[in-house]
């Protein structure tokens, strides 16, 4: 009877090699904290353009954006050639996934302080009324404020900053309501003309977008640190849904067997309702 061998798993990656792959996440890590401090920084620059009406900033800011989308694009191709090289597993791989992701959300953040810099000669000699002015400057300041601590989380690997992102957000959508509500009355008062007013309107929503971006950032920044994901929330509602219809229970509180599974499937910090 011949003996035969055992398979032989996989070889440990080698001294040396592991160490290049850590330098090469380094790198990347450094590259997208990089690119998160050029949108942190372009934010209060493009508010201060359109605030005084500075034609030549609102230009270097558009000017500066191509710098940006180089980087973004390579640090993404640096992402899938460590993919490709290394086959990351583990804590590796939620750190490259997230990288992609952070990439992402970062460049489009980056096209949102840019499109602030346009609409800004778009209404170039705009008087704005005393109490619109100090709305967009909060909101750039709270913008920027989300944008930094997003990165901050991201560098120092913070779930429990990340997290709290989403809390943080609120201020800024306040802040967005009561600037929509202000271009309404200094329209009706004719105190803005339409074309401005509808600009205007654009750009808190390029700030709240802004915002958005950053809680993206955070949502990343967990899954890579815990590997929750802000998805694992709604997926659990659906099975429970599946469940309950298979059971023929349409109740939206249904207990029972039902109702166990819906404790059992809930991840265990999710953060509620995210969809």
Known sequence: ??????????????????RTFHQQLDGIRDEIVHMAALVTEGIPRATQALLENDLAEAKRIIED??????????????????????????????????????????ERSGDLVVNIAKGARRIYGTEYTPRL??????????????????AESYADGDAAMAAALDDL????????????QEIFEAS????????????????GRYYERIGDHAVNIGERVRYMVTGWLPEQTG?????????????GDDRPGGHGSVGHASADLAPVDGDGDDG
């Not at 003996?3 to 996989?10: R, S, V």
């Not at 609120?170 to 009561?178: G, I």
């Not at 997926?235 to 429970?240: F, G, I, K, P, T």
């Open 65 to 106: 954006d191509d710098p940006l989308d180089a980087l973004a694009l390579e640090t993404e191709e640096q992402c899938y050639g460590v993919f490709a090289l290394q086959q990351p597993m583990a804590g590796d791989l939620r750190s490259l996934i997230t990288a992609v992701r952070m990439v992402s959300e970062i």
């Open 133 to 150: 002015r100090g709305l967009l400057g909060r909101m750039g300041e709270e913008a920027a404020r989300l944008f930094r601590l997003a």
């Open 188 to 203: 009706r008062d004719g105190h803005l003309e339409v074309q401005a007013a509808v600009q205007l309107a654009l750009i």
């Open 1 to 18: 009877m011949t003996d035969i061998e055992p398979t032989a798993g996989p070889e440990p990656v080698p001294g040396p090699a592991r």
């Open 169 to 180: 957000d609120d201020r800024l959508d306040d802040l967005h309501q009561d600037y929509i």
């Open 235 to 247: 997926a659990a509602r659906e099975l429970v849904r599946r469940a309950r219809e298979a059971a």
